[in-house]
C-alpha cells in the first residue's frame, strides 16, 4: 500500500514538470531521487498513473464538452492499457492519451476562435442570471450551442455561419426577455396596483407620466440590452414614477369630499410636516406663511447651510495645505543642517 502511494506521488510530480519517458526501475545503491525518476518514467505503474492524471485535468479543461468524442477515445486508451498483461503494450497505448488531448485541446481553441461571438453571449446571459429567469430557454440556448460544438468535432470545416447567426439572435431576444422580466418586474408591479387603484382617474397627469417612462424602460432595454447602466438607470426612473404614481393617487382619493373640518385636518397636518423640518433646521417658526412659501423658506436656508459648510471646508482644507507647506519646510531646513553638521 505504502509503495503504492509512493508510485501515485512520484507520478503525480512527474507529470506537473511534463517530463518524458526514460528506463525500468531497479533501486541501486547510490541512487539520487533523480536516478530512480529517470527509471520510472517507462514503467507500466507510472505510464498508467500518468494517463489519469492527463484525464482528471482535462475534464478540468472541459475537453469534454469541445471534444467529446476524443476524450472517450483516450478513456479508452487508458482501459485497453489498464488490460494489457504486456508491460511495452500497455506504456504505448497509455502514451497515446497524450497525443489524443493535445489534439482536444487543439480543437477547442479553434472551436472558442470560431464561435467566440456566441461564448461572449451565453458569459452576458449567465450575469444576468438569465439561467433562473427563463430556465427553459436558457437550456435550450446551451443545447443549441453544444450541438454545433459537436458538428465542428465531427467535421472541423462545416460552415457553421448559418446556425450561429440564427442562435446568436436566439439569445439577444433571450437577453432582452430576461432584463424585461428582471429588471422591469418591480416597475410592473406598482404600476398595475396603481392602474388597479384607478389612478388613471385620480392622477391622471402622474399616471400617464408613469406609463411613458415604463415604455421609454423598454425600448432602452431592447435598443440598449449591453449597456447595463443605462438599462438601471431607465428601470429605477420606471420604478420610481410607478410607485408615485400609485401613492399619489391614494392622497387624492383620500382629499375628494372632504368636509371643511376634515380639510383643515389635512392642511394641518401637512403644516407640521413642515413645521417638524423648520424647528430640525433650528429655524424661526414658518407657519405664518402659506405652505408653499414655507416648503421655499426650507429650501433656501438648505441651500445657505451648503454653502456654509462648503465655504468652511474649503477654508479647512487651504489651512491644512499651508501648514503641511510650512512643516515641509521646517523639515527641509533641519535636514540640511543635519548634512551641514556632518560635512564639518
Same mark, same amino acid.
Given at each position: 500500500? #505504502?509503495?503504492?502511494?509512493?508510485?501515485?506521488?512520484?507520478?503525480?510530480?512527474?507529470?506537473?514538470?511534463?517530463?518524458?519517458?526514460? &528506463?525500468?526501475?531497479?533501486?541501486?545503491?547510490?541512487?539520487?531521487?533523480?536516478?530512480?525518476?529517470?527509471?520510472?518514467?517507462?514503467?507500466?505503474?507510472?505510464?498508467?498513473?500518468? #494517463?489519469?492524471?492527463?484525464?482528471?485535468?482535462? @475534464?478540468?479543461?472541459?475537453?469534454?464538452?469541445?471534444? &467529446?468524442?476524443?476524450?472517450?477515445? =483516450?478513456?479508452?486508451?487508458?482501459?485497453? =492499457?489498464?488490460?494489457?498483461?504486456?508491460?511495452?503494450?500497455?506504456?504505448?497505448?497509455?502514451?497515446?492519451?497524450?497525443?489524443?488531448?493535445?489534439?482536444?485541446?487543439?480543437?477547442?481553441? $479553434?472551436?472558442?476562435?470560431?464561435?467566440?461571438?456566441?461564448?461572449?453571449?451565453?458569459?452576458?446571459?449567465?450575469?444576468?442570471?438569465?439561467?433562473?429567469?427563463? &430556465?427553459?430557454?436558457? @437550456?435550450?440556448?446551451?443545447?443549441?450551442?453544444?450541438?454545433?460544438?459537436?458538428?465542428?468535432?465531427?467535421?472541423?470545416?462545416?460552415?457553421? @455561419?448559418?446556425?450561429?447567426?440564427?442562435?446568436?439572435?436566439?439569445?439577444?431576444?433571450?437577453?432582452?426577455?430576461?432584463?424585461?422580466?428582471?429588471?422591469?418586474?418591480?416597475?410592473?408591479?406598482?404600476?398595475?396596483?396603481?392602474?388597479?387603484?384607478? =389612478?388613471?382617474?385620480?392622477?391622471?397627469?402622474?399616471?400617464?407620466?408613469?406609463?411613458?417612462?415604463?415604455?421609454?424602460?423598454? @425600448?432602452?432595454?431592447?435598443?440598449?440590452?449591453?449597456?447595463?447602466?443605462?438599462?438601471?438607470?431607465?428601470?429605477?426612473?420606471?420604478?420610481?414614477?410607478?410607485? $408615485?404614481?400609485?401613492?399619489?393617487?391614494?392622497?387624492?382619493?383620500?382629499?375628494?369630499?372632504?368636509?371643511?373640518?376634515?380639510?383643515?385636518?389635512?392642511?394641518?397636518?401637512?403644516?407640521?410636516?413642515?413645521?417638524?423640518?423648520?424647528?430640525?433646521?433650528?429655524?424661526?417658526?414658518?407657519?405664518?406663511?402659506?405652505?408653499?412659501?414655507?416648503?421655499?423658506?426650507?429650501?433656501?436656508?438648505?441651500?445657505?447651510?451648503?454653502?456654509?459648510?462648503?465655504?468652511?471646508?474649503?477654508?479647512?482644507? $487651504?489651512?491644512?495645505?499651508?501648514?503641511?507647506?510650512?512643516?515641509?519646510?521646517?523639515?527641509?531646513?533641519?535636514?540640511?543642517?543635519?548634512?551641514?553638521?556632518?560635512?564639518?
Amino acid at each position: 500500500m #505504502g509503495v503504492r502511494l509512493i508510485i501515485t506521488a512520484l507520478a503525480s510530480l512527474l507529470f506537473l514538470y511534463g517530463c518524458s519517458s526514460q &528506463p525500468d526501475i531497479n533501486v541501486y545503491d547510490g541512487d539520487t531521487p533523480a536516478d530512480l525518476s529517470k527509471r520510472y518514467l517507462t514503467s507500466r505503474e507510472y505510464a498508467l498513473e500518468n #494517463g489519469r492524471q492527463q484525464l482528471k485535468q482535462a @475534464q478540468d479543461e472541459e475537453l469534454s464538452y469541445y471534444s &467529446p468524442k476524443r476524450l472517450l477515445l =483516450a478513456k479508452e486508451s487508458l482501459r485497453e =492499457a489498464q488490460q494489457q498483461k504486456d508491460d511495452q503494450q500497455a506504456i504505448d497505448q497509455a502514451n497515446q492519451i497524450s497525443d489524443i488531448l493535445a489534439q482536444a485541446r487543439e480543437h477547442k481553441k $479553434r472551436v472558442r476562435e470560431k464561435l467566440t461571438v456566441l461564448f461572449a453571449q451565453m458569459r452576458d446571459l449567465h450575469k444576468i442570471h438569465a439561467d433562473k429567469v427563463h &430556465p427553459k430557454t436558457y @437550456q435550450q440556448a446551451e443545447d443549441s450551442l453544444a450541438n454545433l460544438v459537436r458538428q465542428l468535432e465531427s467535421d472541423p470545416e462545416l460552415n457553421t @455561419q448559418p446556425q450561429a447567426s440564427q442562435l446568436s439572435q436566439s439569445l439577444v431576444a433571450l437577453q432582452i426577455d430576461t432584463l424585461l422580466s428582471s429588471k422591469l418586474g418591480s416597475a410592473h408591479k406598482f404600476f398595475k396596483r396603481a392602474r388597479q387603484e384607478d =389612478a388613471e382617474r385620480y392622477t391622471p397627469l402622474t399616471f400617464r407620466q408613469a406609463e411613458q417612462a415604463l415604455q421609454e424602460a423598454e @425600448q432602452t432595454i431592447k435598443q440598449h440590452y449591453q449597456s447595463l447602466a443605462k438599462v438601471d438607470a431607465s428601470a429605477a426612473k420606471a420604478e420610481h414614477m410607478a410607485q $408615485r404614481a400609485l401613492y399619489l393617487s391614494r392622497e387624492v382619493r383620500s382629499l375628494i369630499n372632504l368636509s371643511a373640518d376634515d380639510a383643515e385636518h389635512v392642511a394641518l397636518k401637512t403644516e407640521q410636516l413642515l413645521h417638524n423640518i423648520a424647528q430640525h433646521m433650528k429655524l424661526d417658526d414658518l407657519r405664518a406663511m402659506s405652505l408653499q412659501d414655507q416648503s421655499l423658506a426650507i429650501i433656501q436656508a438648505l441651500e445657505n447651510q451648503q454653502t456654509r459648510l462648503r465655504q468652511m471646508l474649503e477654508k479647512e482644507y $487651504r489651512d491644512g495645505r499651508a501648514q503641511d507647506k510650512q512643516r515641509i519646510q521646517e523639515l527641509e531646513q533641519q535636514l540640511g543642517q543635519t548634512s551641514a553638521e556632518e560635512e564639518n
